[in-house]
């Protein structure tokens, strides 16, 4: 994708004015919190099912808040990719355990039993409160040192719910990643009632009392188009013992330069999950010929809750779908705390987190401070890639900066 001379200068023109007349952007007042309606963020399936409802959601700091009932417990969530992950969680576990009555009664009453005392309280999902983008620069540069001093100031007594999720007989450890594997489940999930879900599958199957799922799994896993990468991540998964996964992680980023002590702190690293871990790694081995990756580590490292490990997780998939689909690219960028690349065409790329992008005073300061960079440093355009959306508003003022604009970029089945 390239731009010629005479937009160049255009864009930079109607940029340089805005610097110039900065109520030019402003005049009119910044959003308010939007009001919320369900209906148009989730889908009628994601609203409610014959497992769960969706009873109320809010919108803070980018993101949207969810309280959930469903068959397995209540959950308090925050983004949309959080809820969609517990959805599909909450779906799997109702049925197997329909399916597991159907074979095994007594052992479908147990699987009921143990889901029941599993604790609901929403700390065991979400374990901090969210951080947005603009404090991730503040984080990483107030911290990042500490952390490679030893002392990650994000892992606390806490947070050792992320700690080792398998089982120390290799038997049932085997077991449990085969029965994630084949319900499509993350073996390393932080929610409890997916853990003692297959804990009590994996002790059923090492006994020989039980080798139930795998009807159900053929069918529920097939539905859901994957990416080729993401069928290797869970394959890699399944396969691999807890110190495999670290040693493959490791290998993968040697082989990227990463440094060693990022590459230490990032495998140490208490809120990401040993699931999170190996999917960063393995979509980033696709950018071998992007420089500074070392810069994406360190802003990785500054995830201190689940909803922030997700979108680095997913962040890793943007940047190799962006880099294989849309248009290829040199190095990677943080600037301010937001990660961005820059393009093989002289282009500066820029990746937006939030579920709801609104024209807010913070993020009115980000990107007109982002576009006077990408001006002031002469590339041939500028450009916001982002997970989520954002508002008719929001979008006027980032045209009015001369930013394109791809929205939703994950959206597509066989993407996410």
Same mark, same amino acid.
């Given at each position: ?5 005479? #937009? ?10 805005? !610097? ?8 009119? /007042? ?77 052992? /479908? ?9 599993? /604790? ?58 085969? &029965? ?31 080798? &139930? ?52 702190? !990032? ?75 820059? #393009? ?5 790329? !820029? ?43 929001? /979008? ?21």
């Amino acid at each position: 994708m390239t731009f010629d001379g005479t #937009t160049y200068y255009l864009k930079s023109a109607i940029v340089l004015l805005l !610097f110039l007349f900065p109520f030019a952007v402003s005049a009119e /007042s910044n959003e308010s919190i939007p009001v919320v309606n369900s209906n148009t963020i989730l889908s009628p399936e994601e609203l409610s099912s014959t497992y769960h409802r969706v009873d109320t959601v809010e919108f803070e700091d980018g993101f949207y808040k969810f309280q959930l009932e469903s068959d397995v417990g209540e959950f308090e969530l925050k983004s949309l990719a959080v809820l969609r992950k517990r959805l599909n969680e909450i779906k799997i576990l109702s049925q197997a355990i329909i399916q597991y009555e159907n074979q095994d009664e007594d052992f /479908s009453d147990e699987l009921r039993s143990q889901l029941s005392l599993s /604790s609901d309280s929403a700390d065991d999902f979400i374990t901090s409160p969210f951080k947005t983008a603009r404090n991730l620069a503040g984080q990483l540069s107030k911290n990042l040192d500490a952390t490679l001093e030893g002392e990650d100031p994000f892992v606390r007594d806490r947070l050792n719910r992320y700690s080792q999720r398998e089982p120390n007989d290799p038997t049932v450890a085997r077991h449990k990643r085969n &029965a994630a594997f084949q319900l499509g489940l993350d073996m390393y999930s932080s929610n409890n009632k997916v853990q003692s879900f297959l804990n009590t599958v994996a002790n059923a199957r090492a006994s020989g009392k039980v080798s &139930a799922g795998v009807g159900l799994s053929n069918g529920f896993v097939n539905s859901q188009k994957q990416h080729e990468m993401d069928t290797k991540i869970r394959h890699i998964l399944k396969s691999k013992t807890l110190s495999e996964l670290n040693e493959y992680n490791v290998d993968l980023l040697l082989k990227l330069g990463i440094n060693k002590k990022l590459i230490k702190a !990032f495998i140490e690293h208490m809120v990401l999950s040993p699931t999170n871990k190996t999917t960063i790694a393995t979509y980033l081995s696709g950018l071998e010929k992007v420089s500074r990756l070392d810069s994406y580590i360190e802003v990785v490292l500054t995830a201190d809750d689940e909803v922030v490990a997700l979108i680095f997780e997913r962040l890793s998939k943007m940047l190799f779908h962006y880099y294989n689909e849309t248009e290829k690219f040199s190095t990677f960028y943080n600037f301010k705390g937001q990660s961005a690349v820059l #393009t093989e065409s002289r282009r500066i790329v !820029f990746f937006e987190y939030a579920d709801l992008l609104i024209w807010s005073e913070e993020n009115e300061k980000k990107y007109t401070q982002a576009a006077k960079h990408a001006m002031t440093s002469g590339y041939k355009g500028w450009e916001v890639v982002s997970l989520g959306s954002l508002t008719s508003f929001a /979008s006027q003022h980032m045209e009015a900066l001369a930013f394109k604009h791809q929205a939703d970029f994950l959206k597509s089945s066989d993407i996410r």
